[in-house]
């Protein structure tokens, strides 16, 4: 029967309420933008020139894993044995130069719901917008380019920092701080993604997560996951900020 842990200020930690976002971190795939499978097109294609096998990282993997991980479970799934640093190497950069191709071929790939209303809109209300992607900084940037959409984030935390999601996480929020030339109150950085795991990522860095269902999960696994809110898409006004998308 005790009391929430109390922050410095006398706040309940986890409890943001009366502190206004200031940044806003949107994961890629699935939130922002939807491939159409470029990205695991890129991976098959660099399995299957390294190694004669069409590997299909679905089989794998889970949506909002960082590609280390994402490259390390896939090897030794198709190769048979854990990857040599240099294997992993040769992978990585195989794949990454096939994704440019894959994302510019890919017939699926859209732009989701909002977006292109939602970010600008943002930049102009003075946000501070970053990535959180478990992409390597490269992929990410080659995913967002072909909808223009690269112009809108000053900084980010990728899956080139670290392996693990929550870390990622946090190093965009010191990267954020950098920006704003004060550290940044993780309560005052929404995450934005379509996973549980963007939302743990969240949760593990004190900031708020947003579930969005525009990718591979519904509200009611978001909302199970534990989101602080969860949006159909990213039309819907997004939690401490006015004016919803019309
Ligand atoms: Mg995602």
């Known amino acids: 029967m005790s009391d929430p842990a109390r922050d410095e200020h006398g706040q309940a930690i986890g409890d943001n309420r009366g502190l206004k976002p200031l940044a806003i971190l949107f994961d890629i795939d699935g939130t922002l933008i939807d491939s159409g499978g470029a990205g695991a097109t890129s991976w098959r294609w660099a399995f299957d020139d390294l190694y004669g096998v069409p590997a299909d990282i679905g089989a794998y993997t889970d949506a909002g894993m960082t590609d280390p991980e994402v490259g390390r479970l896939t090897f030794a799934n198709v190769v048979g044995h854990e990857p040599s640093e240099r294997e992993l190497d040769a992978i990585m950069a195989k794949r990454l130069e096939y994704l440019s191709r894959a994302v510019e071929e890919s017939k699926g790939y859209r732009v989701l ?96 997560g947003v579930g969005v269902a525009s990718g591979h999960y519904d509200k009611k696994e978001l909302e199970a996951a534990g989101a602080d809110y969860v949006l159909g898409s990213l039309r819907e006004a997004l939690p401490g900020i006015a004016e919803p998308v019309r």
């Open 113 to 208: 719901d909002g977006v292109e209303e939602l970010l600008p809109r943002l930049t102009e209300q003075g946000y501070l917008l970053g990535l959180t992607t478990g992409g390597v900084e490269a992929a990410a940037h080659i995913k967002l380019a072909r909808a223009d959409l690269n112009r809108y984030f000053t900084f980010g935390g990728y899956g080139s920092d670290s392996t693990d999601r929550t870390e990622l996480t946090k190093t965009a929020i010191v990267r954020a701080g950098t920006i704003l030339g004060s550290t940044l109150d993780p309560r005052r950085a929404l995450v934005v993604g379509d996973t549980p795991l963007d939302i743990s990522a969240a949760h593990g860095a004190g900031a708020v």
